[in-house]
């Protein structure tokens, strides 16, 4: 029962370097999403995937793109990253956005950028 | 700006104790509210969903309210165990307006002592 599975756990980067984060789903969700959570806030969105094919942007998309992959998997990638973008990246999925369904996440990326 | 404040910040109960969350929000029009509970180096995991017309929902030793009329929800975990140590997180979910983003709190940070 692996769910959502991101990779990789833990990446450090250095200041205007760029990276991919993987998610990938077993659930034959239609719907996925990427947040991220840092110290003392609660967890905001970044872009979503209401089904393959399509991405929204969602409350803080700058200085990110996305691609869905196929129906399974949702990349994030940080074109030029900035120290600003330090924090624990979470990917999620859920049968439909507009069901009453919960979003399944996965364990996070920790990303820091120097 | 829908908003979803949860109290206290913090929470240090003995084993066996009980306590009570506390999430007030200002999301409108209301669809529904989930608690969510997230462990350390994990990701958040759903505990129950709250619709409009639902006013107290069991799972286990957690029970979560939900008073639609003045928008405060409160998760009440009965005979805490060391493993409810961890980050409670109320999220609310708008019911249309062409956004189904869903506004999630800060979270309580529980810890249960020995």
């Known amino acids: 029962n692996a769910g959502v599975t991101q990779t990789p756990k833990f990446q450090v980067l250095k200041t205007g370097q760029s990276m991919t984060l993987q998610c990938a789903q077993d659930?034959?969700?239609?719907?996925m999403y990427w947040y991220r959570q840092d110290p003392g806030m609660g967890l905001r969105l970044i872009y979503y995937?209401?089904?393959?094919?399509?991405?929204d942007k969602g409350e803080v998309p700058n200085g990110y793109n996305v691609s869905r992959l196929n129906k399974r998997e949702f990349s994030l990638r940080l074109e030029s990253a900035a120290p600003s973008q330090t924090s624990v990246y979470f990917c999620?999925?859920?049968?439909?956005?507009?069901?009453?369904?919960?979003?399944?996440f996965g364990d996070g990326t920790r990303l820091s950028i120097l | 700006k829908n908003q979803v404040e949860q109290s206290p910040q913090s929470l240090i109960i003995l084993e066996g104790k009980n306590c009570t969350l506390q999430?007030?929000?200002?999301?409108?029009?209301?669809?529904?509210l989930r608690w969510y509970k997230q462990d350390t180096g994990r990701g958040p995991v759903s505990l129950t969903i709250?619709?409009?017309?639902?006013n107290t929902k069991s799972n286990g030793r957690y029970t979560a309210t939900l008073d639609a009329d003045t928008k405060q929800s409160s998760l009440h975990i009965t005979a805490s165990q060391l493993s409810d140590s961890a980050s409670y997180i109320c999220?609310?979910?708008?019911?249309?307006?062409?956004?189904?983003?869903?506004?999630f709190g800060r979270g309580t940070s529980l810890i249960v002592h020995p």
């Open positions: 999220v609310v979910r708008a019911l249309s307006g062409g956004s189904y983003i869903p506004t």
């Open positions: 999620a999925s859920s049968e439909r956005r507009e069901s009453n369904q919960p979003q399944h």
């Open positions: 995937s209401a089904s393959e094919g399509t991405t």
């Open positions: 709250m619709t409009f017309s639902e």
């Open positions: 999430c007030n929000y200002t999301v409108s029009p209301f669809s529904n």
């Open positions: 659930m034959n969700h239609n719907s």
